[in-house]
């Protein structure tokens, strides 16, 4: 399997990114979701897509709502609609935001890529040129997880 060249030195541990044709896939999803976005109160279309361990992409947008404490995220729409399929185990995720500058997963979506794979790879892609790549450990350090209700 060729391997993308966005690979990115996290916490000196080197991590393998998806394949090629798995990115351009992700982003291709990412881009057609936020095009789908409900986001009337920001104007600030997110698209996510995700691949599971068995290979399944599952995608999702923001979605607002005039309370914004129920608005969900791009993120988390996709990682549920993978669940709702039976998946459990994260591969990657791709964010992508219309914008100059990519932008990462917020806390809480942070949080459910974690219980749902922790060694996740997390692409933030964007209109402009810069790709981020990193596991999900070291955008979410000493995360709280299962181990911690042991």
């Not at 500058?101 to 060694?119: K, W």
């Not at 402009?128 to 995360?143: K, V, Y």
Request: hydrophobic letters at 35%; aromatic letters at 6%.
């Amino acid at each position: 399997m060729k391997r993308s060249p966005h690979v990115e030195r996290v916490s000196n541990v080197r991590i393998s990114c998806v394949s090629d044709d798995d990115f351009l896939r992700l982003r291709k999803a990412a881009v057609a979701a936020s095009a789908r976005a409900y986001c009337p109160y920001s104007n600030f279309p997110v698209g996510a897509a995700v691949l599971t361990e068995t290979g399944e992409l599952t995608t999702g947008c923001n979605v607002e709502n005039a309370s914004f404490g129920l608005t969900m995220c791009a993120e988390r729409n996709a990682i549920f609609q993978a669940v709702t399929k039976g998946e459990s185990k994260l591969r990657a995720i791709l964010v992508y935001t219309p914008s100059d500058n990519p932008s990462p997963p917020c806390g809480a979506c942070r949080q459910v890529i974690h219980e749902f794979g922790p060694d996740t790879i997390v692409y933030s892609t964007c209109d402009g040129p810069d790709i981020s790549c990193d596991q999900l450990s070291a955008l979410l350090p000493q995360a709280f997880g299962r181990r911690s209700l042991k």
